[in-house]
C-alpha cells in the first residue's frame, strides 16, 4: 500500500504563489502516474497535472503556465508550484498515484489508485 501525504496548502491573495508537496510512503511503484487533482466548493473533482516516471508532464488547460509539476525520486515527493493564483484555485488539493506498467499516457484523467488527504488552498481577492 502506498500512502500519500500533502503540505504545504494554506491562504493567499490572488496574483501569489504556494508550492505544494506531496510525499509518498510504503510500496513505491517503478513506473507510475501521478498527479494533482482538486475539488472547489460546490464542483466535481478535477484533475489538473500529471507526471509519469520518465518525467513527461500533462496540465489541464486552467492551469497551463501557472502550475508546475515536478517530482524529486530521491525522496519520493512530488511537487505542484502554483503561481498566478486567482480565487477560482480555491479548492481542497489532492494528490495521487497509479501503476503504470503498460505505460499508458499519463495525463489528469489518468485513473489513479492511492490518493492523498487532501489539502485546503484558499485565494482571496
Known amino acids: 500500500v502506498q500512502q500519500l501525504v500533502e503540505s504545504g496548502g494554506g491562504s493567499v491573495q490572488a496574483g501569489g504563489s504556494l508550492r505544494l508537496s506531496c510525499k509518498a510512503s510504503?510500496?513505491?511503484?517503478?513506473?507510475?502516474?501521478m498527479g494533482w487533482f482538486r475539488q472547489g466548493p460546490g464542483k466535481e473533482r478535477e484533475g489538473i497535472a500529471a507526471i509519469d516516471s520518465d518525467g513527461s508532464t500533462s496540465y489541464a488547460d486552467n492551469v497551463k503556465g501557472r502550475f508546475t509539476i515536478s517530482q524529486d525520486n530521491a525522496n519520493n515527493t512530488l511537487y505542484l508550484q502554483m503561481n498566478s493564483l486567482n480565487p477560482e484555485d480555491t479548492a481542497m488539493y489532492y494528490c495521487a498515484s497509479a501503476p503504470n506498467f503498460l505505460r499508458r499516457l499519463c495525463t489528469p484523467s489518468y485513473e489513479m489508485r492511492h490518493w492523498g488527504q487532501g489539502i485546503q488552498v484558499t485565494v482571496s481577492s
Open positions: 510504503g510500496y513505491t511503484y517503478s513506473v507510475y502516474c
